[in-house]
């Protein structure tokens, strides 16, 4: 590996407390594990009205973390002989719908793991509390549109992990929660890991912040609790030091403490490469998203609810592992510069973007347009050798919009792109082509928005 030039940070702590800083993050816990030595610290506070003080022992939304828990659990099942990756769905939930009566029929838990189902993924409809609120959420897939059919295309599916919770639920006769519980959270000794606020709320626990605008003033996030449905694919509520416990199962090849949970050959298919993963990672695994960082594999995932934002990172084969948790909507664009610094400092590992490459304005012309989804609308249009992007969100669990700050992107492909500038600087923007020169969709932050002029 390369050497470790001198950082622009001393250490872990003031390269933490100068993102948080820049990206105004009001709460932050933080922890490395490397070489079986963990460093953890809290940052800031957990709520902007109570100001209590962050520590490594307050519980965070984790988000689509959860969905490597997920992945983790459902091959423990896989060695358990109670389900086959490459099995279709609906061997499992023969009363499952699908708009698609091709995909209904074809669609995997490899494919729902990886991704590549492509089911329209970002449904959060609340199907109240019960035990039965999965049943009801997948009894109107019907309705959900297929995108693509199943492994042609690589896009983030939230509704994919529903479905990969529901038949976790029917082969194992319990509520998914609970098998998660039984299954891996207890197994693991991760006893403050939760997926319910009421169980959450007897410790010490943050709260979310929204940052609509880079100049707007910071509000609490009311909405705690997310619909029961998500759980399989966000619920989680955690420490940063119980995400680093869970690294360390993936990075020692399933055993931890002397206690088996995963098999190493299960560990090693987890993180092997199912897909390539458009502008979302290199690759996808089942579960994990992976990452080339010089000379090595990082092998992560993020996570993002109302308020909250997090950040699992490990280097397997190096003994490196990095947690982040947050309380504030920009924390995203902080743990991207802590994650940078930990893999340069700690390992010599640094990302290197991809060299731009010019486009004629005919080229670029081709791209302008606008693309919607039902989550966002995305404006683009040329500017100074670039694209301008300019996205409207539609929050599902406020139902506010949530105008993004405009960015440009940088050509780096013939139909690729990174974004240059502001929170979201790094992120690579495809799209996928149709008829002729006709882009037929935009790939942004995973998800595909139809063009529709």
């Given amino acids: 590996m390369a050497n470790v030039e001198r950082s622009t940070y001393d250490n872990l702590t003031a390269c933490v407390l100068q993102e948080m800083g820049r990206w105004t993050v009001p709460g932050a816990a933080v922890a490395v594990l490397q070489d079986g030595h963990v460093e953890a610290h809290g940052f800031g506070v957990a709520s902007l009205e109570t100001r209590q003080p962050v520590t490594a022992d307050t519980l965070f939304q984790i988000g689509s973390i ?48 990886s991704h590549t189902s492509g089911l329209y ?35 983030y599916s939230n509704t994919g992990f529903y479905l990969a919770g529901a038949i976790v639920e029917r082969v194992t006769e319990q509520p998914f929660e609970t098998a998660m519980t039984e299954r891996l959270l207890r197994p693991l000794g991760l006893k403050r890991s939760f997926f319910f606020a009421h169980e959450a709320i007897a410790f010490p626990v943050a709260v979310g ?23 399989p694919a966000g619920g989680i509520i955690a420490t940063v030091g119980g995400l680093l416990r869970f690294a ?76 982040m948790l947050t309380n504030g909507s920009r924390g995203h664009a902080a743990m ?25 304005a005919a080229e670029l012309a081709a791209f302008a347009g606008r693309y919607e989804q039902p989550r966002a609308t995305v404006t683009v249009a040329p500017e100074d050798g670039a694209l301008r992007g300019e996205v409207v969100g539609h929050n599902p669990l406020t139902k506010e919009d949530e105008p993004v700050p405009p960015f440009l992107m940088a050509p780096i492909g013939p139909r690729e792109f990174l974004v240059s500038d502001g929170e979201g600087a790094g992120t690579r923007v495809d799209f996928i082509p149709g008829d002729g020169d006709t882009p037929r969709f935009i790939r942004l932050w995973g998800r595909l928005a139809d063009r529709v002029n």
């Fill in 209 to 231: 912040r929204d940052q609509k605008k880079p100049e707007a003033a910071p509000e609490v996030a009311r909405r705690y609790p997310l619909p029961r449905v998500v759980n």
């Fill in 336 to 360: 991207r510069g802590i994650e940078e610094w930990a893999l340069a400092h700690y390992r010599g590992l640094r990302r290197e973007n991809r060299a731009p490459v010019r486009l004629s």
């Fill in 248 to 323: 360390a199962l993936h990075l020692c090849g399933g055993e931890v403490d002397g206690a088996r949970l995963l098999s190493e050959r299960s560990v090693r298919a987890m993180q092997e490469p199912q897909t390539a993963a458009a502008n979302f990672a290199d690759a996808y695994g089942i579960g994990w998203s992976l990452h080339t960082v010089g000379d090595a594999t990082v092998v992560g995932h993020g996570g993002s609810t109302n308020g909250f934002r997090a950040q699992l990172a490990l280097v397997p084969g190096t003994g490196l592992a990095i947690a």
């Fill in 121 to 155: 993924g970002d449904r959060f409809d609340d199907y109240g509390m019960g035990d039965d609120a999965l049943t009801k959420g997948i009894a109107e897939f019907h309705s959900l549109r297929q995108l693509t059919p199943p492994g042609e295309l690589w896009t």
């Fill in 66 to 113: 959860t969905k490597v828990f997920t992945a983790t659990l459902v091959m423990r099942l896989v060695e358990e002989g109670k389900l086959e990756l490459d099995t279709p769905a609906v061997a499992y939930l023969p009363d499952l719908k699908l708009g698609d009566k091709d995909a209904q029929r074809t669609i995997t838990l490899r494919h729902l793991l």
